[in-house]
């Protein structure tokens, strides 16, 4: 079955305990992303990834770092998570060939927790 | 810069009536439109999406949307909706970039009460 799967669903750490959460796609697509749901302010993209070693920064990038070694995979790595990132986070992938927007796929979402 | 406005917070309606979803952009480039869906504890999910040609637009669970390109709109209707309706639903463009990005909506809550 086709999907994006972050693990994990549901965290809650403490401030300044640096925590990674994984996301993984098993369609091949080139293009990743990294977004944040709040209330009220919908999703904003974190950082996001058009292939192997290449990502870029969106609209909060602040205090979260990615890598792309993989096609597949796309962690999100808080090196010092702080109360302001509570959050309910989600990855997705899309072909992103040529450039052309299409169609992204979400995961399930990682609700996380900073206490 | 680019930017998406859902001039609806939540909208509640009654099972079996019509429903429309607003959405206005703003873009000094070709845009390429998109509705999601999330239902409760899920993620999104695509509903349909405008990328060329015909300005009426048909989606999944009897959704559909219509381009403006003069009123800068992609408003998301349905006929008649159903208590399974209810979710949170986001309008997005792509971005200038050309990169594959989307601006979303901060999302309207569609409420379908019995």
């Known amino acids: 079955e086709a999907q994006v799967t972050q693990n994990p669903r549901y965290l809650i750490t403490v401030t300044g305990k640096k925590l990674t959460v994984t996301c993984s796609q098993n369609?091949?697509?080139?293009?990743m992303s990294w977004y944040r749901q709040d209330p009220g302010l919908g999703l904003r993209q974190i950082y996001y990834s058009m292939n192997v070693e290449v990502t870029d920064k969106g609209d909060v990038p602040e205090g979260y770092k990615v890598s792309r070694k993989e096609k597949r995979n796309f962690p999100l790595i808080l090196e010092s998570p702080s109360p302001n990132q509570t959050s309910l986070y989600f990855c997705?992938?899309?072909?992103?060939?040529?450039?052309?927007?299409?169609?992204?796929?979400f995961g399930p979402g990682t609700r996380l927790t900073v206490l | 810069a680019q930017s998406v406005t859902q001039l609806d917070s939540q909208v509640p309606v009654f099972e079996e009536a019509p429903v429309e979803l607003r959405c206005n952009y703003s873009?000094?480039?070709?845009?390429?439109l998109f509705w999601y869906v999330q239902y409760p504890n899920q993620g999104l999910q695509l509903l349909l999406k405008y990328l060329s040609g015909s300005t009426l637009v048909k989606g999944i669970n009897g959704f559909e949307a219509e381009f403006n390109k003069s009123q800068t709109s992609f408003h998301l209707r349905k006929p008649s909706v159903h208590i399974s309706d209810t979710a949170e639903y986001f309008c997005a463009v792509s971005d200038e970039s050309g990169q594959g990005n989307l601006i979303f909506g901060k999302g309207t809550k569609l409420s379908v009460k019995p």
């Open positions: 997705a992938s899309s072909s992103g060939t040529s450039g052309a927007p299409d169609t992204q796929y």
């Open positions: 873009s000094s480039v070709s845009v390429y």
């Open positions: 369609m091949n697509h080139e293009y």
